[in-house]
């Protein structure tokens, strides 16, 4: 009786479907991530509505990423390590569709009204601060190539949104980015306190025409762009604002150049072997074009563009929102004082410079 006992071998337990879990699981991960990023900028949109903060000018995207900071580094350890992939997804992808809606925003019909010299103040600035900015970040204040670009880009262009668009072009880090925004951040509230003081103290000699190019073709973001201008009278506020939408429809054309430049890049590196690759084109900036030209021919009912414009800042927040939740502070103090100082250096620029080519094309 023993001997039958002993022999007797147990069988195997069924396995419990292995291959099924892991093909549902990361799904199901990412759209639980992407959902939490939604409800928290969903939070965060009704935070940057409180009157307090609107008056500063600080947009939701720049409420976006400091929440997103401040949740990703105490706090993150409340959220599923898993759905770290949908937050990515969010970072990334999302953020690509939401900076082509951005063409909604603009027209030709707007870039026409400022004319020659509001576009000509658009092109100098963008052009200067791009290079600026590349230039002294890297030669001169030692920072790495993806830093100064986007921190020149936050400068040069619109803000977090365009930090938010060079970031996929440049395959940057998301630290990299968030310290290009707190430079908008800085810099750009400056400026909407800053501006006003000077045109009421009889210190910028220009009119009101020339005052809107000139608030629109060197404040950072929209939102600090209208602020300034408000404080000033409405007529200014127009111009200002149109010839800020005429540097946000900049962004496809220096992305376009972006990409040849990596290109060429990678074909150095290569030790002139080929042709550096495909062509890195972006076709999220293709897409903002694309739209911009939709808008300008007012074939989408008017309801549903300012539908369409909210649901893209909401996606935008979400982005933008991910991308803080990424970013360690421990990154950011690597960069140090340098970055500070690159967008100090920009800052005096737009402040000195854009005056003087205000002027000029006046």
Known sequence: MSTSSSTAVPLPAAPASPAAAPAATPWRDKLNGVLFVGLMAAAVMQLADLPAIRQLGFSPLVVGIVCGMLYGNFLRGTMPADWGVGVNFTARRLLRIAVAFYGLNISIQQIAAVGLPGLAVSVAVVVGTLLLGTVVGQRLLGLDRDTAMLTAAGSAICGAAAV??????????????????????????????????????????????????????????????????????????????????????????????????????????????????KLPIPWFAVGFLVLAIINSLNIIPADAVAAIRRLDIFALTMAMTALGIETRFAQIRKAGPRVMALGLILYLWLLVGGYAIVKLAS
Do not use: C
Not at 170 to 178: C, D, G, Q, T, V
Not at 206 to 232: F, P
């Open 164 to 277: 938010l668009a060079f970031e996929p072009t440049l395959r940057a880090a998301p630290h990299k980015s968030a310290v290009a925004v707190a430079t908008v951040v800085l810099f750009g509230t400056l400026s909407m306190f800053l501006y006003p003081v000077l045109y009421h103290a009889g210190w910028l000699n220009l009119d009101t025409q020339a005052l809107g190019i000139y608030i629109g073709g060197t404040i950072h973001e929209v939102a600090q762009v209208v602020g300034a201008a408000s404080n000033v009278d409405p007529a200014t506020t127009e111009v200002a604002t149109i010839v800020k939408m005429t540097r946000v429809a900049l962004l496809v054309p220096v992305l376009l150049v972006l990409g040849l430049y990596l290109r060429s890049a990678a074909s150095h590196a290569a030790g002139g072997q080929g042709k550096g690759g």
